[in-house]
């Protein structure tokens, strides 16, 4: 009687609305007979009735869905975005598994409506890997060139083409090229990526009419764009090239620059353009002079350090500038240009740009090394002084990299120089509070003038005062002792922030300060303001001060200062376990919804470090801010801390699919790895559950990353997941990142099982493609080198040229420079180890420099 409710002709919408919501509470064996009469609301005339309907069918099981795909297809016309989506979800849920509904599918992306075409390859997309065949290339191709009106439905169709392999893609490359020719910018883009990944033989074939004059400068633009993604190009193409940096058009000018300091790294028909390349540092265009920038410092100082060291000396300050950032990043390359980049430093002009230009020489003298800044010293610490803060914050940076050598005299001097302002433009009080600062970071060297820090604490300008106090706390108790009482003294300075400096430097200098205890716990008690009462807690815990429990708790509940509060709890934490034990009901009362976020993150710290046993009469409390808590940064903690005392792993399961919070799921699948070998089999499911179903590719990754944390004989059921999602075959959104993750956790497995040469084939396999992500090549090769498989030499001459143009990242650096230690100096060349020894020089990364310089070490002596 109920689907009586339906007519359209019969009853109003309100009505046949009630009627949707109530049909939708009855289970699946009612509804069954009646479901095409449902389905034909799709189609009424009220879209709240349509988008009922909609949510209604998400509801079927995939069986009773399927044969109604091509009605759920229909409905992807609908105005209504909230029905499209509804319908999407549920069509997710059908099995395209059958030729004929694979067909339906396909025929959906040639639908006279555009939505239809555009929901139908969203789809197709999601659905990727699993239902898509080199064979659909055919049916795509249409839909990806001048054909297809709209540029939403192109700009998919390439998505889901590039799914089908790369050979297919390749077939339609024509096709795809003609979108550079497109007004749309996001199409354009999105060709350029594509026609990127294909091979780059074929691809520089058919660029070079895309060059042409007759082209507009955007399309241009994206055809330049397209050879710097090839990173290769022909002498007449750079040519071509460089006629663009004279264009009017700022885009085409950029790219133009961008793409010459690309081709530069490999080819040295770029470096007669240098010249027309560093003219445009000066630009008004922001945009030009960011590419000139980056451009220049890709090129390196073999070709740019002296087309850049010209600037130095131009009339224009903003040239100067970007010279001076140049030779920065050029680094100890550029300590020739030494006395020209101080001279600069030392404009006292009271001007914007000019003080941009004193900050950046500030920064280039402390890149190009001790021994070159040395002789500046003096004129850097005057920059102390100066009124802009950049400035100032500038010299501070440079002068601790570079430390006492270069700066401790000039800083000592101007301690004990005169404390008022002679020039417009010093700011002495602040010049004084970075030189305390700077004593502090100097350590042994700073031993002997403890002297002249004492006196400043006694300075008239608070700041002053409060700096060299933190200062004298970083000294160490052994060289500060004579001075105790002078830094307690300050506990009752008339100004607030003094007073809270003292307290922390007393905590830093540890147990020598043991005495002053009650005295820090007194500020903690008794002082007025938040800030002293706050550091003082911070510093009971670092003193270890067990008899200030008591304290510590009261403060923690009566306190009304929660960043006070907050500080109680890490201090409790900080006294270690028996404390935070004792403490255990107090933390847990401060982690109801009232409090601050702070301080209920600082409980829950403090809760595990009082270990699991104490904590399992309370642990009901935690679960509970797991499942309801309205903070999802607290759930997120709440996760950490039952997977840190490995507790209540069944609410975390639980919870893995629950939440609806990504950063959430997150976290809780990092607690369920962090119970490594007491894990359970419903954890390991849980994991592979997540990897292969969540929506999130950060959630999937950090699945795989914690199933690594898992036995062998939990794990083992779950590595052909762990495989789908290395291949690219498991969730069909999963990127370089999830797959990456899914590699190095098999990588930990593959020597445990018995079928170990199935997985090196098919990391060999994955490295030899080409069309796969470079980081995922990148990383199979960290595992199969990393395991001593055989790697083939010919990768080496990819991978070094690529390694020139992806300077700035590590995972790669770390991987290339493996796989070259690996094959040993006589399989890499000479060119290649002078590559490595560049990148032991001036890798941004630890790790890299080390692998670098044992891939040095690792070579004979002739290389």
Same mark, same amino acid.
């Given at each position: 009687?109920?689907?009586?409710?339906?007519?359209?002709? !019969?009853?109003?919408?309100?009505?046949? *609305?009630?009627?949707?919501?109530?049909? #939708?509470?009855?289970?699946?064996?009612?509804?069954?007979?009646?479901?095409?009469?449902?389905?034909?609301?799709?189609?009424?005339?009220?879209?709240?009735?349509?988008?009922?309907?909609?949510?209604?069918? /998400?509801?079927? &099981?995939?069986?009773?869905?399927?044969?109604?795909?091509?009605?759920?297809?229909?409905?992807?016309?609908?105005?209504?975005?909230?029905?499209?989506?509804?319908?999407?979800?549920?069509?997710?849920?059908?099995?395209?598994?059958?030729?004929?509904?694979?067909?339906?599918?396909?025929?959906?992306?040639?639908?006279?409506?555009?939505?239809v075409r555009k929901n139908a390859l969203t789809l197709l997309q999601r659905l990727g890997t699993k239902v898509l065949k080199p064979e659909h290339g055919e049916l795509l191709a249409p839909l990806v060139g001048a054909a297809e009106p709209s540029p939403d439905v192109r700009?998919?169709?390439?998505?889901?083409?590039?799914?089908?392999?790369?050979?297919?893609?390749?077939?339609?490359?024509?096709?795809?090229?003609?979108?550079?020719?497109?007004?749309?910018?996001?199409?354009?883009?999105?060709?350029? !990526?594509?026609?990127?990944?294909?091979?780059?033989?074929?691809?520089?074939?058919?660029?070079?009419?895309?060059?042409?004059?007759?082209?507009?400068?955007?399309?241009?633009?994206?055809?330049?764009?397209?050879?710097?993604?090839?990173?290769?190009?022909?002498?007449?193409?750079?040519?071509?090239?460089?006629?663009?940096?004279?264009?009017?058009?700022?885009?085409?000018?950029?790219?133009?620059?961008?793409?010459?300091?690309? *081709?530069?790294?490999?080819?040295?028909?770029?470096?007669?353009?240098?010249?027309?390349?560093?003219?445009? *540092?000066?630009?008004?265009?922001?945009?030009?002079?960011?590419?000139?920038?980056?451009?220049?410092?890709?090129?390196?100082?073999? /070709?740019?350090?002296?087309?850049?060291?010209?600037?130095?000396?131009?009339?224009?300050?903003?040239?100067?500038?970007?010279?001076?950032?140049?030779?920065?990043?050029?680094?100890?390359?550029?300590?020739?240009?030494?006395?020209?980049?101080?001279?600069?430093?030392?404009?006292?002009?009271?001007?914007?740009?000019?003080?941009?230009?004193?900050?950046?020489?500030?920064?280039?003298?402390?890149?190009?090394?001790?021994?070159?800044?040395?002789?500046?010293?003096?004129?850097? /610490?005057?920059?102390?002084?100066?009124?802009?803060?950049?400035?100032?914050?500038? #010299?501070?940076?440079?002068?601790?990299?570079?430390?006492?050598?270069?700066?401790?005299?000039?800083?000592?001097?101007?301690?004990?120089?005169?404390?008022?302002? +002679?020039?417009?433009?010093?700011?002495?009080?602040?010049?004084?509070?970075?030189?305390?600062?700077?004593?502090?970071?100097?350590?042994?060297?700073?031993? @002997?003038?403890?002297?002249?820090?004492?006196?400043?604490?006694?300075?008239?300008?608070?700041?002053?005062?409060?700096?060299?106090?933190?200062?004298?706390?970083?000294?160490?108790?052994?060289?500060?002792?004579?001075h105790l009482d002078a830094i307690a003294a300050l506990m009752r300075d008339h100004d607030y922030v003094v007073r809270g400096c003292a307290v922390r430097a007393l905590g830093d200098l540890g147990q020598a300060c043991a005495g002053y205890r009650k005295y820090i716990a007194?500020?903690?008690?008794?002082?007025? $303001?938040k800030r002293p009462r706050s550091d003082a807690a911070l510093a009971l815990g670092k003193l270890g001060a067990e008899d200030c429990l008591t304290s510590l708790v009261k403060s923690l509940c009566e306190d009304q200062g929660c960043d006070v509060k907050a500080a109680a709890?890490?201090?409790?934490?900080?006294?270690?376990?028996?404390?935070?034990? =004792?403490?255990?009901?107090?933390? /847990?009362?401060?982690?109801?919804?009232?409090?601050?976020?702070?301080?209920?993150?600082?409980?829950?710290?403090?809760? +595990?470090?009082?270990?699991? =046993?104490?904590?399992?009469?309370?642990?009901?409390?935690?679960?509970?801010?797991?499942?309801?808590?309205?903070?999802?940064?607290? &759930?997120?903690?709440?996760?950490?801390?039952?997977?840190?005392?490995?507790?209540?792993?069944?609410?975390?399961?639980?919870?893995?699919?629950?939440?609806?919070?990504?950063?959430?799921?997150?976290?809780?699948?990092?607690?369920?790895?962090?119970?490594?070998?007491?894990?359970? +089999?419903?954890?390991?499911?849980?994991?592979?559950?997540?990897?292969?179903?969540?929506?999130?590719?950060?959630?999937?990754?950090?699945?795989?990353?914690?199933?690594?944390?898992?036995?062998? $004989?939990?794990?083992?059921?779950?590595?052909?997941?762990?495989?789908?999602?290395?291949?690219?075959?498991?969730? @069909?959104?999963?990127?370089?990142?999830?797959?990456?993750?899914?590699?190095?956790?098999?990588?930990?497995?593959?020597?445990?099982?018995?079928?170990?040469?199935?997985?090196?084939?098919?990391?060999?396999?994955?490295?030899?493609? +080409?069309?796969?992500?470079?980081?995922?090549?990148?990383?199979?090769?960290?595992?199969?080198?990393?395991?001593?498989?055989?790697?083939?030499?010919?990768?080496?001459?990819?991978?070094?040229?690529?390694?020139?143009?992806?300077?700035?990242?590590?995972?790669?650096?770390?991987?290339?420079?493996?796989?070259?230690?690996?094959?040993?100096?006589?399989?890499? #060349?000479?060119?290649?180890?002078?590559?490595?020894?560049?990148?032991?020089?001036?890798?941004?990364?630890?790790?890299?420099?080390?692998?670098?310089?044992?891939?040095?070490?690792?070579?004979?002596?002739?290389?």
């Amino acid at each position: 009687n109920l689907t009586y409710g339906l007519d359209e002709e !019969g009853f109003s919408w309100d009505v046949r *609305l009630r009627t949707v919501h109530t049909l #939708g509470r009855l289970s699946e064996e009612v509804l069954l007979p009646h479901i095409n009469a449902i389905a034909e609301r799709l189609k009424d005339e009220n879209p709240w009735v349509r988008q009922g309907t909609a949510e209604m069918l /998400v509801c079927f &099981r995939p069986e009773i869905l399927t044969p109604m795909a091509g009605k759920l297809l229909e409905g992807l016309a609908d105005e209504s975005q909230e029905v499209v989506n509804a319908l999407s979800e549920a069509l997710l849920k059908v099995s395209f598994e059958t030729e004929e509904s694979i067909n339906l599918l396909f025929k959906a992306t040639k639908h006279e409506n555009k939505s239809v075409r555009k929901n139908a390859l969203t789809l197709l997309q999601r659905l990727g890997t699993k239902v898509l065949k080199p064979e659909h290339g055919e049916l795509l191709a249409p839909l990806v060139g001048a054909a297809e009106p709209s540029p939403d439905v192109r700009r998919l169709a390439m998505y889901v083409l590039e799914a089908c392999g790369r050979e297919v893609m390749e077939r339609s490359a024509a096709e795809i090229m003609c979108n550079l020719e497109h007004e749309d910018t996001g199409l354009r883009a999105t060709a350029v !990526g594509c026609l990127a990944r294909m091979d780059p033989e074929a691809i520089k074939l058919l660029l070079p009419p895309y060059l042409s004059s007759e082209k507009s400068p955007e399309t241009r633009a994206a055809a330049t764009q397209l050879f710097g993604c090839i990173g290769d190009a022909a002498p007449e193409v750079i040519e071509t090239i460089a006629t663009f940096l004279a264009e009017k058009d700022k885009d085409l000018v950029a790219q133009s620059i961008r793409t010459l300091g690309s *081709l530069g790294v490999e080819d040295a028909h770029v470096h007669a353009h240098v010249e027309a390349i560093g003219s445009h *540092l000066g630009s008004e265009s922001h945009s030009i002079r960011e590419a000139a920038f980056e451009a220049l410092k890709a090129l390196g100082p073999e /070709v740019a350090l002296e087309k850049a060291a010209a600037y130095l000396t131009h009339e224009e300050t903003s040239l100067r500038t970007a010279a001076a950032n140049l030779l920065a990043e050029f680094g100890e390359a550029a300590k020739a240009h030494a006395p020209t980049v101080a001279k600069n430093m030392c404009n006292k002009t009271q001007d914007k740009e000019v003080w941009d230009e004193v900050r950046a020489s500030l920064q280039a003298l402390g890149a190009m090394g001790v021994e070159a800044s040395k002789p500046y010293g003096k004129e850097m /610490v005057e920059c102390l002084r100066m009124y802009f803060y950049e400035i100032r914050d500038a #010299g501070r940076a440079v002068l601790e990299l570079l430390g006492p050598e270069v700066s401790l005299e000039p800083v000592l001097e101007l301690l004990n120089g005169p404390d008022k302002d +002679t020039q417009s433009y010093q700011r002495t009080d602040r010049s004084r509070e970075t030189c305390c600062y700077l004593l502090g970071t100097f350590g042994k060297a700073a031993h @002997p003038h403890v002297e002249l820090l004492v006196a400043q604490t006694k300075h008239d300008v608070a700041h002053v005062r409060c700096q060299a106090v933190l200062a004298l706390g970083k000294l160490g108790a052994e060289t500060v002792q004579p001075h105790l009482d002078a830094i307690a003294a300050l506990m009752r300075d008339h100004d607030y922030v003094v007073r809270g400096c003292a307290v922390r430097a007393l905590g830093d200098l540890g147990q020598a300060c043991a005495g002053y205890r009650k005295y820090i716990a007194k500020v903690l008690e008794e002082d007025r $303001e938040k800030r002293p009462r706050s550091d003082a807690a911070l510093a009971l815990g670092k003193l270890g001060a067990e008899d200030c429990l008591t304290s510590l708790v009261k403060s923690l509940c009566e306190d009304q200062g929660c960043d006070v509060k907050a500080a109680a709890a890490k201090a409790i934490g900080l006294l270690g376990q028996k404390a935070a034990a =004792e403490a255990l009901p107090a933390l /847990v009362h401060k982690l109801k919804p009232s409090e601050q976020y702070d301080v209920r993150e600082a409980c829950l710290g403090a809760i +595990t470090i009082a270990g699991s =046993e104490a904590c399992t009469p309370h642990i009901e409390s935690i679960v509970e801010i797991l499942e309801s808590d309205s903070d999802d940064r607290i &759930r997120s903690l709440a996760a950490k801390t039952l997977g840190d005392l490995h507790l209540k792993a069944d609410a975390l399961v639980a919870r893995s699919k629950a939440d609806e919070d990504s950063n959430v799921r997150e976290f809780i699948a990092n607690a369920l790895g962090a119970f490594g070998p007491e894990a359970t +089999t419903e954890v390991a499911s849980a994991l592979s559950k997540m990897l292969s179903g969540d929506s999130v590719n950060f959630v999937r990754r950090t699945a795989a990353q914690a199933m690594a944390k898992l036995p062998l $004989e939990l794990a083992r059921e779950h590595l052909g997941q762990l495989e789908d999602s290395a291949c690219g075959r498991g969730h @069909p959104e999963d990127d370089g990142d999830v797959r990456r993750a899914a590699i190095l956790t098999l990588g930990k497995f593959i020597p445990q099982v018995e079928n170990a040469k199935h997985y090196f084939d098919l990391l060999q396999e994955l490295l030899a493609d +080409t069309s796969v992500d470079l980081r995922v090549r990148t990383t199979c090769m960290e595992v199969l080198v990393g395991h001593k498989q055989e790697v083939s030499p010919d990768y080496v001459p990819e991978f070094a040229a690529t390694l020139r143009k992806r300077n700035r990242e590590w995972y790669f650096q770390y991987a290339v420079i493996q796989l070259f230690k690996f094959l040993k100096a006589e399989a890499i #060349g000479p060119d290649h180890v002078d590559l490595v020894a560049k990148v032991a020089k001036s890798s941004n990364d630890e790790n890299v420099k080390q692998i670098a310089k044992e891939t040095l070490e690792a070579f004979n002596s002739s290389a």
